[in-house]
């Protein structure tokens, strides 16, 4: 039984010298959030994986409950209740006046429209409000951070390299209105500080870096009082995520120090990783903390964007990115390509386990949550818009079933997909970009 002298607000921060560490949902926090009625939050993260998906080895041959896993999506298989997958969409078509073959696949996926601006007109920064900011609108409250938007490339600023439109629509998939982009955060680092560096302290928190002292100790002395309120289980979950923002900072840490030693190391900023694999996991680390601590409960991550060179050495494939996706049709060319789409599904398995192994109330951070990964085409090779990769993954709290195919009719927009999801999180939209109504899912 709970006593009165444990109970915690919801909102209670560890502080120290330049750090601000929000908790976890305990047991404790429990009578005050009882006293508010205050259901298990929705949360919703969009993952954008650029330049498509080839179709025959993604979308499962039979439709409904109990479908066999494709190879590229197999690695989800033993999530299987939590996915939903989704085919025979159209997305928005990515001609000359809207955003081009590639900047339009990602800059529509979040609103169906992307760039407002004509072709060549570089002084227009407009598209529309993306369907996480309407989430955000109604599922933030007294969250941190109201968004989290995260990558691991752009493009830089030079207006002529981006489809004759200005950078700024490749390095976003996100817009908190028709003229505000939010472009990604790529330095881990960074969005280290944003989540946990207490902003009205830069002096300290600088401070703190410098002399490399750990966040954590810098609230040691606060978490012991803490704990001393608490009962062993909510000690116990306290400690695994402590754990976590830990194991998160001492990578940071490793892989400041090697680019500090390498001789021959970029001049990238320190915290943005040399090696993409761990790049990507961090990404995902600090994602999975940000909705532990309840820091955000909207985010979007763009694993690259639609011109990327990136290289995916590590899993057997030296060649860029978006040239691997132009793969002529040959079995060599269609292998690469898909070899590089089955590590990202790797990646997002490993993310939606931890997830699913992270309590949160009565369920799990999986049960409250859905993620859309998917891309803005189908097949690379010719830039198909129709049919592309459209995954959910969570039960939202209830609101999806997971372990389904749909095969839609008709060619629905994948607008009406965003719709559906604005749903789920209680938005009152009635139209999204093109959509038609809303996709029943």
Known sequence: MLITRKHLPRRTVLRGMGAAIALPLLDAMVPALAQSSAPRPFRFGAIYMPNGVYPDLWHPMTVGKDFEFQPIMKPLEPLREYVTTISRMQAPPGERDNGGIHMGASAAFLNGVGPVAEHGQFNKIESRKTVDQHIADVVAGDTPLRSLEVGTEDMGTSAGACDGYPCVFFNTISWRDDTSPLPVGINPQVTFERMFGDPGTAEQRLARLERKRSLLDSVAEETARINRRLGPADRRLLDEYLTNVRRVESQLEKMAVRAETLADA?????????????????????????????ITRVFTFMLGHEGSSRSYAHVGVPEPHHPISHHGDTPQGIEKYARVTTYQIVKLAEFASKLAATPDGDGTLLDSVVLYWGSGMSNGNTHDRYNPPALLVGKANGK??????????????????????????GCELETIGPSTGRLAI
């Open 266 to 294: 970029p001049s990238a900023p320190i915290g943005i990783p040399n090696d993409f694999d761990a790049h990507v996991t961090l990404t995902y680390d600090l994602l999975h903390l940000a909705f532990q601590g309840d």
């Open 400 to 425: 999806l079933r997971g372990n389904r195919h749909i095969a839609v009719e008709n060619r629905e927009p994948t607008a009406n997909l965003l719709l559906a999801l604005a749903d789920l999180a």
